[in-house]
């Protein structure tokens, strides 16, 4: 499992050429930061699309690169990686379009139009949701040869799916903030845009539903990263156990994306975790200690595999 850099330009040509303009946009709103002062909920005006542009490089990239992972080319994958561009690229227009107005782009509807732009970026993540799904479909249904590389992909592609799922109680009804024209929120107990940890802005002092969000989404990238260590460095764990750890990882991942969701719907930020958090985390890392311990004492010896 390896990442040829020198050939990512010949990767999904469409989301590559999403990522180099999302790479010019982040460097683009990084200046934006500096030299205009305008603050939006508490935030400078242009960090939201940065963050935004960041990821969606991250994201962009990733996927291309997993699509070069088949076996064989996949039509359907490649589509369903093309409208993951377009809804993309919907969504970056509207938030760039609203930092331009002044405007905030989520749960904003003080007016016609800014509603109907809310509900445009709602519609283009469903179908993003869904496009991302069928890419996960095919991943498992073309099967990767390399097993450790399969079950990091396929485990990344779903973990990043549970992580959008992880947004949707911002817009539900209990996170209305009795804001007139406001139709949700990221905070829970507290208001938006009060104080938060440094760039990624979550709350210091009420939960934050865009914690579980942004882990859940990156196990797109942290699973892969794994896949790749355990092959760099765990040279004498044979295939099939280094895929059982990184099922142990992702489960692992999975759990921990839920609780970090489920800390902020009690209102509880990160960095201040109460009694009843701090036993889950515990629990997660024994099981996930202990499961691990258990692969690894089952592993097949290098000398034994190759006598099988």
């Not at 960041?54 to 690169?65: I, K, M, N, P």
């Not at 890419?135 to 592609?157: F, Q, Y």
């Not at 949707?168 to 996170?175: A, C, D, F």
């Not at 996930?288 to 690894?296: E, H, I, N, Q, S």
Request: glycine share 10%; aromatic share 6%.
């Amino acid at each position: 499992m390896t990442i040829d850099l020198r050939r990512a330009a010949r990767w999904h040509r469409p989301l590559m050429f999403f990522v180099y303009a999302m790479a010019v946009l982040a460097v683009v709103c990084a200046v934006g930061v500096l030299v205009d002062p305008r603050v939006l909920v508490g935030a400078p005006i242009w960090l939201k699309p940065f963050k935004f542009a960041v990821s969606f490089v991250l994201y962009g990239a990733t996927l291309a690169w997993m699509l070069t992972l088949l076996p064989r080319r996949s039509r359907a994958a490649e589509w369903a990686a093309t409208v993951i561009v377009a809804m993309s690229l919907v969504e970056m227009v509207v938030i760039v379009g609203q930092v331009v107005r002044g405007q905030t782009s989520h749960f904003n509807g003080t007016s016609a139009l800014n509603s109907a732009l809310f509900s445009v970026m709602g519609a283009a993540i469903m179908v993003l949701f869904l496009a991302h799904l069928v890419v996960g479909i095919v991943v498992l249904i073309r099967r990767i040869p390399d097993r450790a590389a399969a079950t990091a992909v396929g485990w990344g592609l779903g973990l990043s799916l549970l992580g959008m799922l992880a947004a949707v109680p911002m817009v539900l009804p209990m996170q209305e903030p009795g804001i007139d024209g406001i139709s949700g929120a990221h905070s829970v107990g507290v208001v938006d845009g009060g104080a938060g940890l440094p760039v990624v802005g979550w709350s210091t002092t009420g939960g934050d539903l865009r914690i579980g969000h942004f882990v859940g989404l990156h196990a797109l990238q942290a699973l892969p990263i794994l896949a790749i260590l355990l092959s760099r460095f765990a040279t004498r764990l044979d295939e099939r156990t280094r895929a059982r750890l990184l099922v142990v990882a992702g489960a692992a991942y999975g759990v921990l994306t839920v609780l970090l969701t489920w800390q902020a719907l009690r209102g509880q930020p990160l960095l201040r975790p109460d009694g009843l958090t701090l036993a889950a985390v515990a629990a997660l890392v024994v099981a996930t200690a202990t499961t691990g311990g258990l692969v690894l004492a089952r592993r097949r010896r290098p000398e034994l595999a190759l006598a099988a």
